[in-house]
């Protein structure tokens, strides 16, 4: 259950846009929130009394009552991946697109994704309402397994969460293959019964399929046929999907995400 959510401001209207789903997710599991953003030292004092008033704005339009507003000095990884720490927060939300702004932009937004010690929320969509749709790419690591249960907990009842696994097809005879995705169906059906041990009794609906084809392509072809509102990622492991979303897979959905990413250690 999440408890503390911390929703990083760099001051463009993207933040904003993260902050109303941080601020939705906050509402439906009533947990605590905290607006916080890295100021640059090297500002005049007019230029951060300015930025502190267009945070308040924002926190009073769209927060809930009881959040609060923390201002830091310092690099924005590491002054955010700090306060992660120090704060408590179990989940981190920031604003989609960044790679255009210097403050998330290219290797920062990787340096935290890569080192966020909680689940990172990638919020693109100008959608407030509660998630109704999610995929997950499921293989059999660890990883892959909690970030599947992380978007159980994070998703209302009644949403759906579909898990997907990608086949990727190896050589051999037109029978051996079959039998080796037949071998794969049997494997993931067993992983998601043994998961859903694990789960809250009231959750989103589950579903899944198992779909030959590489990583990359097979989910981008989910992405464009089920259209979900949420993406969720494991990003270490040691398995294809693994050091695929380490490589180029992390880079177009960290930084052109088709829609939300919730990215799980």
Do not use: W
Not at 65 to 82: D, M
Not at 88 to 113: K, N, W
Request: hydrophobic residues 40%; glycine residues 6%.
């Amino acid at each position: 259950m999440v408890k503390h959510i911390l929703i990083a401001h760099d001051l463009r209207s993207t933040a904003d846009l993260a902050l109303r789903r941080a601020a939705q997710l906050a509402r439906q599991h009533h947990a605590q929130l905290t607006l916080l953003h890295i100021l640059d030292s090297s500002l005049p004092t007019a230029a951060q009394e300015s930025a502190q008033q267009a945070l308040d704005s924002s926190l009073t339009r769209f927060a809930p009552p009881g959040s609060t507003l923390r201002l830091c000095y310092g690099r924005p990884a590491e002054g955010v991946l700090e306060q992660v720490q120090e704060l408590g927060a179990d989940l981190l939300v920031l604003g989609a697109h960044h790679h255009r702004h210097e403050f998330f932009s290219g290797t920062t937004l990787d340096r935290i994704a890569r080192r966020c010690p909680v689940p990172l929320l990638l919020a693109s969509r100008d959608d407030a309402a509660p998630y109704q749709r999610a995929l997950a790419a499921l293989d059999f690591s660890l990883c892959a397994c909690t970030a599947f249960g992380q978007a159980y907990r994070l998703l209302p009842a009644g949403a759906e969460l579909h898990a997907l696994h990608v086949f990727e097809t190896p050589r051999g005879s037109a029978a051996e293959v079959e039998a080796q995705l037949t071998t794969q169906c049997a494997l993931i059906e067993q992983l998601l019964h043994d998961e859903a041990q694990n789960l809250p009794a009231k959750g989103p609906r589950l579903s899944h399929n198992v779909q030959p084809g590489s990583l990359p392509q097979t989910l981008h072809e989910a992405l464009g046929s089920r259209q979900p509102q949420l993406l969720v990622l494991g990003s270490h492991g040691r398995s294809a999907l693994s050091q695929a979303l380490l490589g180029s897979l992390a880079q177009h959905c960290l930084h052109k995400a088709p829609c939300d990413v919730l990215v799980v250690r």
